[in-house]
């Protein structure tokens, strides 16, 4: 009998989260975007990036899509130790824009391929911004999303971070990427 109680209390509660969650989420999706400053903050995005040669094209390509103005923004990309294409691909996307926007950072065994902390704090070392955005290697966000960020950062005295809404590229590719499809729709920012 406890056990019929226990599982039955734990759906209620969760229902009860979840119908709580979702009209919270559609009240705040409801407000507009806070407008950004006449001269908005520059931002270091930091991308940790350990053989990610299959994605790490797309990913930098977004990025440097921002609607964010080009001028206020750097990318940089700290190439991990990686054993894989990533440092050629990286070279030919750093020739074909300019250094100020890209900086790409190469670690070797002696410096790099101790994990993503590490790796961040590389790339930390170089970032100009005040404000820092970090994105991982296989994330490809939409033009909008840096400028939306920033200026919901910046409309709150209170805050110091935000995190933004992502979605599943892969949601179809099997089970597994399904529910975790359905975990990010659920959780709310």
Not at 165 to 171: C, G, H, I, V
């Amino acid at each position: 009998m406890i056990a019929i109680i226990s599982i039955w209390g734990t759906l209620v509660i969760n229902l009860i989260l979840t119908i709580a969650g979702y009209t919270w989420y559609l009240k705040q999706a409801s407000k507009p975007t806070p407008e950004l400053p006449d001269d908005p903050p520059f931002v270091s995005i930091l991308v940790p990036a350990h053989n990610e040669g299959i994605v790490i094209v797309k990913t930098v390509l977004s990025l440097l899509s921002f609607d964010y103005p080009q001028d206020r923004y750097e990318v940089i990309v700290i190439n991990d130790n990686s054993s894989d294409n990533s440092a050629d691909l990286l070279k030919n996307l750093q020739d074909e824009f300019t250094s100020t926007r890209l900086k790409v950072i190469n670690t070797d065994k002696t410096n790099g391929g101790k994990g993503k902390s590490n790796a961040l704090n590389i790339g930390l070392k170089s970032a100009k911004g005040s404000i820092i955005s970090i994105y991982d290697a296989d994330n490809t966000p939409e033009a909008p999303a840096l400028r939306i960020l920033v200026s919901e950062l910046l409309s709150d005295n209170k805050l110091a971070a935000v995190i933004g809404k992502f979605r599943t590229r892969n949601k179809n590719a099997s089970l597994l990427t399904r529910f975790i499809n359905i975990e990010t729709l659920s959780v709310s920012t």
